[in-house]
């Protein structure tokens, strides 16, 4: 395009039509906006969008972030708790092999293994649970069988697990259950999973 051509362009061009009561406004607008040191002397519904644009963008973003830790963090937990239960699925088998109806349970506290064997290879077989029982001397972890006793804040309690696959924690003061029917008024978090029959 030539300027001639331009020009010519220009001058059939229209000025926008405003109301009469935006153009006593207009020097009104621009003053303030010098005084204030405002770029571009925005008027008020131009900059209102840009400032909600803004918070729009980054709400977004702020969500998509924390969408992501959270996503991370419960991948991460899914992950652990699948290695966990493998493990002591397997420490089980293991155990199992080397001293035969004689496992009643397997403690895991603060980096140490405690081994629990009956002196008689009475134990019956049953269905294998995870444990993590957390108190006021800490967490520590419960590999045993439906029918045997563990202790949770120094209670003896039995473990057993019913014809539905929950796991039942009893003691003489209370009772746990993953089903959240029973009440536990031990003081102790209890977190159980069933193993299934391991053996």
Same mark, same amino acid.
């Given at each position: 395009?030539?300027?001639?051509?331009?020009?010519?362009?220009?001058?059939?061009?229209?000025?926008?039509?405003?109301?009469?009561?935006?153009?006593?406004?207009?020097?009104?607008?621009?003053?303030?906006?010098?005084?204030?040191?405002?770029?571009?002397?925005?008027?008020?519904?131009?900059?209102?969008?840009? *400032? %909600?644009?803004?918070?729009?963008?980054?709400? %977004?973003?702020?969500?998509? *972030?924390?969408?992501?830790?959270?996503?991370?963090?419960?991948?991460?937990?899914?992950?652990?708790?699948?290695?966990?239960?493998?493990?002591?699925?397997?420490?089980?088998?293991?155990?199992?092999?080397? %001293?035969?109806?004689?496992?009643?349970?397997?403690?895991?506290?603060?980096?140490?293994?405690?081994?629990?064997?009956?002196?008689?290879?009475?134990?019956?077989?049953?269905?294998?649970?995870?444990?993590?029982?957390?108190?006021?001397?800490?967490?520590?972890? *419960?590999?045993?069988?439906?029918g045997q006793q563990v202790r949770v804040n120094g209670q003896p309690c039995d473990v057993l697990v019913d014809s539905r696959g929950n796991v039942i924690v009893a003691g003489s003061r209370f009772?746990?259950?993953?089903?959240?029917?029973?009440?536990?008024?031990?003081?102790?978090?209890?977190?159980?999973?069933?193993?299934?029959?391991?053996?």
């Open positions: 395009m030539t300027d001639p051509e331009l020009d010519d362009l220009l001058r059939k061009a229209k000025t926008p039509s405003r109301a009469e009561e935006y153009w006593e406004e207009f020097p009104g607008v621009v003053s303030r906006g010098i005084a204030r040191g405002e770029p571009g002397f925005a008027t008020g519904p131009r900059r209102s969008r840009l *400032v %909600f644009a803004t918070a729009w963008a980054v709400s %977004f973003a702020t969500l998509c *972030v924390l969408t992501g830790f959270w996503f991370g963090k419960w991948h991460k937990t899914h992950l652990a708790q699948g290695d966990e239960v493998a493990q002591a699925r397997k420490l089980v088998a293991e155990l199992a092999t080397l %001293f035969p109806n004689q496992v009643q349970s397997i403690v895991i506290e603060n980096g140490r293994t405690e081994l629990h064997l009956s002196e008689n290879a009475d134990v019956p077989r049953s269905t294998a649970i995870l444990l993590r029982i957390c108190g006021k001397s800490g967490c520590e972890k *419960v590999i045993t069988f439906s009772v746990w259950s993953t089903t959240g029917g029973a009440g536990n008024s031990s003081g102790a978090q209890i977190h159980a999973r069933s193993l299934g029959d391991v053996l």
